[in-house]
């Protein structure tokens, strides 16, 4: 078994999708960025598989491109210069698993960052092209002008979905500031099964 670096929001990411994620499925990263997300959702589903992937940027999405192209994996990859609220016109689903790395792209222009209108869009987008058993991963970032209201926002939309037909989760580091990136999962639960009945 490979080790996944847990010390951060990503190697958590990594982990619910390890789980969930198996060759020849298809997945979406809503925010491609420089393309860790995307190259491991590749290895994950193979040469049978499909990965959609989003960004705004085109510096992102090229250095994306040479990194899958190096690990052999660009040919199960679409990589789209879209923004991720435009998500269900160019997915073909039903898709096993979609990522979002919300904030802004590591070492590029803080000033483009992800934004509650259009990551609200996406989620409610991601829902419904989600199979059963499917998750949505959120990689949730509050430390830059703008986060805060961004994760509030992606709160308030996961406690509304109906405990009936999902399962939300969020997981926290409670050792470390608040500020720090936190993960929150989405199951689309199977017709016929319900998570615990909520108590009263």
Known sequence: MSYIDMRGAVGLTHLFLRERVALGDRVVDATCGNGQDTLFLA?????????????????ALAKARTHLSEA???????????????LAAHVEGPV?????????????DKACITLPETTLAALKQSETVLFPGGIIVIAVYTGHPGGREEGAAVEQWVASLPYQSYSVWCSRQINRPSTVP???????????????????
């Open 72 to 86: 052999g994996c660009l040919s199960r990859v679409k990589l789209l210069q879209a923004g991720h609220e435009q």
């Open 96 to 108: 096993q698993a979609v990522v979002f790395n919300l904030g802004y792209l590591p070492g590029s």
């Open 43 to 59: 290895r994950l589903v193979g040469p049978l598989g499909m990965v959609w992937a989003f960004d705004v940027q085109e510096e």
């Open 182 to 200: 936190y993960v929150i999962v989405v199951e689309k639960l199977v017709p016929g099964e319900q998570c615990g009945q909520p108590h009263l």
